[in-house]
């Protein structure tokens, strides 16, 4: 597998001369071309990438997810992360912009740990935010802002641009939750289709099917797990977590209350490998043991 190191190399693979700043750089892809390298085959970067792609045609595969590009879309890729790009199907016209920022960039500065919390860097490339052109200028001015300060490279030169990019990254977050809620036709099929996978998980009758978790039901969904859990959220106020432990809860309830089987049996078929887990998270949800429950039933 190749690895992008600098932003410097990134540059050169994309025909541009050295950027103004060693760890930064806002990137407009109408001056960009792609040189021909096996590199693209299979690469992954030492850098975050924030992508806004304008009238943007072509493919790239970003772990097991491909990706047509369209007009006004926002993309988000984090360090160390497998990619594929096929280079035949770049399209010359390709216009928007990529700002790169080295994970080094980030060292002693709070973002480097709130970084995390930004779920979308963990999202598939299927799952990009769709701007309105509004909210495209508001993020385009900050772009800019970021351009104009990799020329002035001095003591604060760091502190500014992170603001920046923080900026960016909390617009983003906000324009995904109005994505969430104004595609409510797309939203709605993908609660649904949740609701009816965790129903039929937990009505199995398979005493090999194991504990339900987040990556189990987000694969099964083709999603990622940090883009399920945040439209779960948004659109019902409790994560993809939250919802199995709530369903698994009523099922172990309904299991206590309309049968015999001891407590061990009833954590096996609802898939703990441990009955003693399964009675920590009851009690910790029901304030009452599995026992207590059934007792409670007499």
Not at 19 to 24: C, F, G, L, R, S
């Amino acid at each position: 597998m190749n690895t992008i190191a600098s932003i410097s190399t990134f540059h050169r693979l994309l025909s541009l001369p050295q950027p103004k700043h060693p760890m930064v750089s806002v990137i407009n892809l109408s001056e960009s071309i792609f040189i021909e390298d096996d590199v693209w085959k299979g690469f992954v970067n030492r850098f975050y990438c924030v992508a806004l792609k304008r009238n943007a045609t072509g493919k790239i595969r970003y772990g097991q997810q491909h990706y047509d590009y369209d007009k006004g879309v926002l993309s988000f890729t984090a360090p160390n992360q497998v990619q594929y790009l096929d280079l035949a199907a770049v399209d010359c016209e390709n216009t928007g912009y990529l700002l790169i920022f080295h994970e080094d960039f980030l060292l002693n500065h709070s973002l480097a740990t709130t970084i995390s919390a930004y779920g979308f860097f963990s999202y598939a490339v299927n799952e990009s935010l769709h701007l309105s052109e509004d909210e495209e200028n508001d993020l385009l001015e900050i772009l800019n802002k970021i351009d104009k300060e990799c020329q002035h490279i001095d003591q604060h030169t760091q502190e500014i641009i992170l603001s920046q990019i923080e900026l960016l990254l909390n617009y983003s977050k906000r324009f995904y939750e109005r994505q969430f809620i104004t595609r409510k036709n797309g939203s709605h099929q993908l609660l649904t289709k949740f609701e009816i996978y965790l129903n039929d998980y937990f009505d199995k009758k398979s005493t090999e099917k194991g504990l339900l978790t987040v990556h189990h039901i987000a694969d099964a969904m083709n999603l990622s797990p940090n883009y399920l859990s945040d439209l779960l959220r948004i659109q019902t106020g409790q994560s993809t977590q939250q919802h199995i432990h709530e369903k698994l809860i009523s099922k172990a309830k309904e299991k206590l209350s309309t049968t015999e089987r001891s407590v061990s049996e009833i954590a096996y078929e609802l898939g703990f490998e441990h009955s003693q887990s399964f009675s920590t998270l009851f009690k910790k949800k029901t304030k009452m043991s599995p026992l207590e429950f059934r007792q409670s039933f007499n």
